[in-house]
C-alpha cells in the first residue's frame, strides 16, 4: 500500500535559516509527490508538485523539492526562512485516480 | 474566483443528531473528496467522487454517507455523530485528469459532544 512518512513532527528554524523538511513514500510506480502548507486555520495550498522529469522542482514562496528515487525522498528545501513560513507541512503521493495519500505532517516553527 | 466553499466552518453538535457539512465548487471539476484531519494522524481521506452519481469509499468512510448529485456539490453526511467524529473536515476538487491540482475548501471544525 502507499504510503507516506514525514519522520520530523516538529522542526524550529531560526528566521533567515536554510531549511529542509523530510519526505519519504512508498510506492509501487513512479510516484506522483506533492507538497502541501497549512497556515493556522486556513486550508491546503499547494506549494509544488513533481510528475516526471527534472528530479528538482521549483515552487511557491521559494520552495524547491528533490525527487530522489534511490532513496524514496522528496525533501522540501529553502534556502531562507521567513516567520511568515511558520505552519505545517505535508507531504502526499498521488495513490488512486486523483485520491491523495498524506504524510503526517510536520510543524515548521521559526523563532526571531 | 475560483475555489472550494464548505459551510459551515464551525459546528458543535451533540451525539445522534443527524447533520450535513455542504461543499460547493465553481471550476467545473469532475474530482471531489472529503477529507479528515486529526492531530498527529495527517490528512485521512474519506469519500470521493470521481463525477456525478459516482461515489466511493475511502480510507475512513464508517458512519458517513456522500452524494453527488450535481457537478458542483458534494455533501457530507454525518447520520448519527459521534465523539469520535470531532475533526477538522476539508473538502477537495481537481480537474480530474490524475495529475491535476487539487483545491482545498477552508475546512470544517466538527465538535461532537
Known amino acids: 500500500a502507499q504510503s507516506v512518512t514525514q519522520p520530523d513532527i516538529h522542526i524550529t528554524v531560526s528566521e533567515g535559516a536554510s531549511l529542509e523538511l523530510r519526505c519519504n513514500y512508498s510506492y509501487g510506480a513512479t510516484p506522483y509527490l506533492f507538497w502541501y502548507v497549512q497556515s493556522p486555520g486556513q486550508g491546503l495550498q499547494l506549494l509544488l508538485k513533481y510528475f516526471s522529469g527534472d528530479t528538482l522542482v521549483q515552487g511557491i514562496k521559494g520552495f524547491e523539492a528533490e525527487f530522489k528515487r534511490s532513496q524514496s525522498s522528496f525533501n522540501l528545501r529553502k534556502p531562507s526562512v521567513h516567520w511568515s513560513d511558520a505552519a505545517e507541512y505535508f507531504c502526499a503521493v498521488l495513490s488512486g485516480y486523483s485520491t491523495l495519500t498524506f504524510g503526517k505532517g510536520t510543524m515548521l516553527l521559526v523563532s526571531p | 474566483e475560483a475555489q472550494v466553499t464548505q459551510n459551515p466552518r464551525y459546528l458543535i453538535t451533540v451525539t445522534g443528531k443527524k447533520l450535513t457539512v455542504t461543499c460547493s465548487q465553481n471550476m467545473n471539476h469532475e474530482y471531489m473528496s472529503w477529507y479528515r484531519q486529526d492531530p498527529g494522524l495527517g490528512l485521512r481521506q474519506i469519500y470521493y467522487s470521481m463525477n456525478v452519481e459516482v461515489t466511493d469509499k475511502g480510507d475512513v468512510p464508517e458512519g458517513y454517507k456522500v452524494s453527488r448529485k450535481e457537478k458542483r456539490n458534494f455533501p457530507l453526511i454525518l447520520e448519527s455523530p459521534s465523539p469520535n467524529q470531532t475533526s477538522l473536515y476539508f473538502c477537495?476538487?481537481?480537474?480530474?485528469?490524475?495529475?491535476?491540482?487539487?483545491?482545498f475548501g477552508p475546512g470544517t471544525r466538527l465538535t461532537v459532544l
Open positions: 477537495a476538487s481537481s480537474s480530474g485528469q490524475g495529475f491535476g491540482e487539487q483545491f
